[in-house]
């Protein structure tokens, strides 16, 4: 997967989860998640940019039903990913 691609994927995953308030206990379905990118990319490329971020210590993610990870904003980090979005909203400008 072409590096540029991989961080946008990431910020987009940021951003959506942020903007729609998952942080915390309030948890996303991966399949849902996976429906924001409408194709622009596979399931398998945003599965392991999510377990990227998941290691980087960004997202929190729980096991769900139907062998489907679910995912939210990790409360801890929350300098960190509030000094990414900045960034991210910077690059729009």
Known sequence: ???????????TIIDKLNRRSYWGRRLI???D????FKLKASKREIEKTCD????????????????CFRYSLNPKNKREIE???EK?????I
Do not use: A, P, Q, V
């Open 88 to 92: 991210i909203y910077r690059e729009l």
């Open 52 to 67: 990227e971020l998941f290691s980087e210590g960004i997202l929190w993610k729980k096991k769900g039903i139907r062998k």
């Open 83 to 85: 000094l990414r979005l």
């Open 1 to 11: 997967m072409e590096r540029e691609l991989e961080e946008t994927i990431k910020d």
């Open 33 to 36: 998640l996976f429906s924001w």
């Open 29 to 31: 379905n991966f399949d």
